[in-house]
Each structure stands twice: as C-alpha cells, then as structure tokens.
C-alpha cells in the first residue's frame, strides 16, 4: 500500500472512496459532514437520520456520491465521544477505515483526519492503516482470492509544506504495522507449513533485514546447552524443536537490556495426554507468543531505540509417538532445577522454563515472556484481554501504561504464594502444574522458578491471540497481539 500526504479540501479530493471521521452528536456542525452534507444537497443528513448514524465509535455510514463530489463513495466513521487523539482513537480509525476501503473493493482512498491531528501523530494513522487493510489471503485461490485490494491511500492534511519528520513518521507507521502484519501472518499459518525449523527461517530473514544479530540451536545444540526441559516437549515429533535468540544492540549506549521470551508451539496435540478433537486444529496457533516476539523484533530494528533488545523464543512441536515424554517422566532444566511431569499438555511451560533460565543470564533489566498458556486464563477474562503477573508495581505501571497506548487489553492476576503447594513434587523439585482452580496462577508460579530473581511479567495471551471476528484493529483470526505493547514499553525507556 502506498501513503502519501496529500494538500486538499475534502470535498475536491478524487479516490474511489473518501473516509472522514466524526464524532458522536451534533453531526451538521462538525467540519466534513457539513462540508459534504452541502455538497451533496443534504442527502447524507437524510441518510444519517434513515440508519441511525449517530458517531459512535466503530460505526460507519457509507453512501455513493453520484457524481456530485470528485471521490466515487463517501465513508463516515464514527469516533465516539472521544475528541482526544490518542494513539489507539487513530489506530483505530484508520483501520476501520482501511477495512471499509476493502470491503468496497475498491483501489484508491482519500483519509481525512480528526481536527487537531499532529505531525507527530501520523504514525499511529499509517499503523491503522496498515492493520486495518490487513487479510490472509496466501492460500485462497481462483474464485477465492481477493478481487481487489487497497494499493493507494492519501492522507488530507492543511495546507503547508510536508516535512521530513511527518514523511518519516508514516514511514515508521508502515514498518510497525507491516511487523504486526509478519506476526498474524505467522499464527495464520498452517502447522504444516510453518514447523519449529520454519519459525527459525522466519528469524533469520527478520534478522537479516534488520541487521539483527540471530542465533539458532536446533535439536543437538538444545541439549547440548542443557535445556532438556525444551527437549523433551519437542522429542515426539518428527519436526525437531529449534531455539531462537535474536538481538537489537542500538548504536548508541543503551538506557536499559530488555528480554522478551515467545512460546513457541508450532503445533500442540497435547502429546500423550492428547487433546480432544474439537478446536484441536486452532492449536497451529499455540506460537502465538512467539510470533509477537518476532513481530516485536521486526519492528524494533525499523524504530532502532535507544535500548538493546533481545528477542527469546522456544519452538517446538508437541506430538505423540514413541518417543514423546511420558506422564511421571522426570527431567533437569536449564536451571538446575529437576521437574517431574504431569501433564503433557502443559508443555509450554516447560518450554519457556529452560528460555527464562536462559534469559536470566543475559542479566536483563526487565525479563518479559508472551505464552499462549492456559484456558483458565481466558475462563477468568474472557477473549479479547491478556492476564499479565509482574514482580512488581512498577513494571506493572510500565506495562499498563504501554498497553493503553498500544489500545490492547491487559489485566493484572495475583501471584498468589499460597498456591505455590500445589508445585511441589515427591520425587522431583517441582511439579510443572496444579489443581485445576487458578491454573494460570500456578503455571506463573511455576515459571517464575526459572528467572533467577529478576524483574519479570508474564502475560499470558492465550485468548487475544486469536480473534474470531474483525474489530477496531483486530481481525480475524491471528491478531498480532503484544506487539504494539511491547514496542510502547521498549520506546518508553528510549
């Protein structure tokens, strides 16, 4: 897609589509619905009244302009009460827009902005856009395949002359969305084509874009390293697992070493204690962490801040054969720690156990990890919110306070000390899991073991990782969710 800033009075603007925003109320007095109301001889006023169109946010109204305006359709989209702009109220504007523009088919968009919208604030309209446009769409073909797609947005702006800093605030817009984009891309994919070696690939060539630096173990090289938790998760299918660390060292002196650890399950069956078949094909997207952990990465080199960013992931495939780790099976970790086992299905944690222990040893600031980790997490909080637990009320506010600019929902649960009875073991030093009441509670005490005493938050975003209808700057199916929350909290420290 390409943006541009383009110099225009709305109503003189020729595209295929012309989006403007509104805001709930009043509708004859704000700027370009009167704008076009007049130019259209009151007809949108009528129509407006006709659908119930009253601004709220998300609604949109659209009409055919009949030749009386240069653009062909005219999109309303409503703003809600809010008059702020807020980086999410952007965002998320613009990708209702961007999502309008395809719907209609249609090539060309002309955008209009909210009153007031700064320079500055370009960049959150580009990532909407982006995001907004945004479909799976590699493996539909024929009939399937899309007919027509959004090629050319121009964005409206007062008169003035364009400078550098807005070119290059879309420019970074683009990039963060398009490495949005690279991680729902990667949960959309089939486990088939995507394996651990191929989140590996994908690594190396975000890597290599970005002038990261990548390392990659596979199968020997984990156990050679001694993570024989990770191991063990991956030793029942025939794609083995890979261990991925990658690396953003700004070139100036860093204000802060941040890790950020993905759970990796290219595909869970449960293992041995396998799972049932309903919703078992959804677990293609059990790497959801993994993926905002590449995505976060991808983006993070095209913003290079001021801060040296490691990027973890643990890959691996969860099957049955006879090779797989049994029940009862006891195993050392990374840390030195031995776990009993208890529950196949409860592998990711095994897994992030031996990448936290690793990450521990960077002596990090901040250690971070994204799992798609228990159902519990989503019986609590639903769908569409991520359970987080932090060490501490600190970092905690660093992240609530990343995640409201990122527009992505984030809950804090309780490390609850008293649950941590449940870990233990009689033949190992932990069990990897507890009762059933407050699952996430002990799947986060458990790993919490494993970071050696550093600052930690664990989210567990085993529910917003997969959306089942378009929303905002959600779509469906892999939502790239935590990328945007995580960039917020490494630009924080900038």
């Known amino acids: 897609m390409q943006m541009q800033l383009a110099v225009s009075d709305v109503i003189r603007a ?15 007095r704000q700027r370009f619905f009167a704008s076009i109301d007049a130019a259209l001889g009151g007809t949108l006023t009528r129509l407006a009244e006709a659908q119930e169109f009253q601004g709220k946010a998300e609604q949109t109204l659209e009409l055919a302009t009949l030749g009386r305006l240069p653009a062909v359709r005219v999109v309303l989209v409503g703003l809600g009460s809010r008059r702020g702009h807020d980086a999410a109220t952007l965002r998320t504007f613009a990708a209702v827009a961007a999502r309008s523009a395809n719907g209609l088919r249609v090539r060309s968009m002309v955008l209009g902005l909210p009153d007031k919208t700064a ?4 960049r959150h309209v580009a990532e909407g856009l982006v995001l907004g446009a945004y479909r799976f769409t590699k493996y539909l073909t024929g009939d399937r395949a899309p007919k027509q797609t959004l090629e050319r947005v121009d964005i409206l702006r007062p008169a003035g002359k364009v400078t550098a800093a807005e070119r290059r605030g879309l420019e970074i817009g683009i990039a963060v969305g398009e490495a949005v984009s690279l991680a729902r891309d ?3 994919e089939p486990a088939n084509e995507l394996s651990p070696a191929g989140l590996a690939a994908l690594a190396i060539r975000i890597a290599k874009v970005g002038r990261l630096k990548v390392i990659v173990l596979d199968k020997k090289g984990i156990l050679a390293k001694g993570m024989k938790l990770h191991y063990a998760v991956g030793q029942g299918s025939v794609n083995e697992p890979r261990f991925i660390h990658m690396t953003y060292i700004p070139k100036k002196r860093a204000r802060e070493r941040l890790v950020f650890v993905g759970k ?7 293992g041995l204690s396998i799972k049932p078949a309903a919703g078992m094909g959804d677990m293609k997207t059990d790497m959801g962490g993994a993926a905002a952990v ?10 290079e801040p001021a801060v040296e960013v490691h990027g973890i992931i643990g890959a691996a495939e969860n099957m049955p054969d006879g090779g797989a780790y049994r029940p009862g099976d006891v195993f050392g970790s990374l840390d030195g720690k031995t776990v009993e086992i208890v529950n196949t299905d409860a592998e990711g944690r095994l897994v992030l156990a031996d990448a936290l222990a690793y990450a521990a040893r960077l002596e990090p600031d901040l250690i971070v990890d994204a799992a798609t980790l228990t159902g519990a997490c989503m019986v609590a909080l639903g769908k569409s919110c991520t359970g987080y637990f932090a060490t501490a009320d600190g970092i905690a506010r660093r992240l609530e306070r990343a995640a409201a600019l990122a527009g992505e929902q984030m809950w ?21 899991t507890g009762e059933r009441w407050g699952g996430a509670i002990t799947a986060a005490l458990f790993l919490r073991e494993f970071t050696a005493g550093h600052a930690w938050i664990h989210c567990d975003i085993a529910g917003p990782a997969l959306s089942d209808r378009a929303t905002g700057v959600i779509p469906k199916g892999g939502t790239g969710h935590g990328v945007l929350t995580f960039l917020a909290l490494v630009e924080g420290v900038s």
Do not use: C, W, Y
């Open 186 to 188: 990667a949960v959309n």
């Open 264 to 270: 990796g399950l290219t595909f869970d069956s449960g």
């Open 14 to 28: 020729e595209a295929d589509v012309l989006v403007v925003p509104v805001t709930e109320g009043a509708l004859g």
């Open 412 to 432: 804090r649960l309780p490390l609850a000390d008293d649950q941590r009875e449940q870990l233990k073991s009689d033949i190992a030093d932990l069990k990897h």
């Open 294 to 303: 590449l995505g976060l990465m991808a983006a993070v080199a095209a913003v």
């Open 119 to 122: 320079g500055s604030e370009l």
